[in-house]
């Protein structure tokens, strides 16, 4: 075993799931793939008992499913998972924004403001789609550290999680780059002014409008 496999041997189950959640995230498994036990195991050097234990944990988080003669595959959403996915994504991270707005920190949203500016204009243009992503991820742990409810944030990652390949294509669909980046600014806004009220409506609108575009185009993001 080289040192790459001894390296790798020595992960928990944990750090295992996480590597492959980040796949099934980027794509790099797609939905319906069927994964193998043993092409993981000697592709990570773990033992197959860990790699057991990482497909069930992400079974449990439903990114994968098991089936009866086909073993285990990435999950896929159709579009009644999606809207209701959305609906609750909506009411849990219009929740969160709003708690972030009445307690986050004076000057807490500067930084973001600004690189939601010039910066972000720059990415889209230059079609920095992976720094773009990137930036709305900062906004989403901001608005999760500063919300400061545990509970809360375990509801959000749940159901980023499932919805997070989705997030990735929808960024690309006609009108939404424009549209988000637009909600986005005005949601940084009502943050910087304490208004949780608005906040929480942007948020809101900015998922519902996500969500009907996903719709929209469902047979280009299947």
């Not at 080289?2 to 944990?14: I, N, P, Y």
């Not at 009866?68 to 809207?83: D, F, K, M, S, Y």
């Not at 996915?85 to 909506?90: I, V």
């Not at 988000?180 to 208004?195: I, K, N, P, Y």
Request: charged share 30%; with cysteine.
């Amino acid at each position: 075993m080289d040192q790459a496999l001894e390296v790798t041997s020595r992960m928990g189950t944990g750090e295992l799931a996480q590597i492959l959640r980040d796949r099934i995230v980027r794509e790099i498994y797609v939905a319906g793939q069927r994964l193998r036990e043993r092409e993981v195991s000697e592709e990570f050097g773990a033992s197959r008992a860990q790699v057991r234990e990482a497909f069930s944990l992400l079974v449990e988080r439903r990114l994968m499913v098991r089936e009866a003669n086909v073993g285990v595959t990435i999950a896929r959403l159709g579009p009644h998972e999606i809207v209701e996915l959305y609906e609750l994504r909506g009411a849990v991270e219009g929740l969160a924004a709003r708690l972030a707005a009445e307690r986050a920190p004076a000057g807490a949203w500067e930084s973001l403001c600004h690189d939601f500016g010039a910066p972000a204009d720059r990415m889209i243009e230059e079609h920095d789609i992976d720094g773009y992503l990137e930036l709305i991820d900062r906004a989403y742990r901001s608005i999760v550290s500063y919300a400061g409810n545990s509970v809360l944030q375990e509801t959000m990652a749940q159901i980023y999680d499932r919805l997070a390949v989705l997030a990735r294509r929808s960024i690309l669909l006609p009108g939404r780059t424009v549209e988000g980046l637009r909600l986005h600014r005005e949601l940084l806004a009502a943050l910087a002014a304490r208004d949780g009220e608005a906040a929480e409506r942007i948020k809101r609108a900015n998922l519902s409008g996500a969500c009907e575009t996903l719709l929209r185009f469902a047979n280009y993001v299947r």
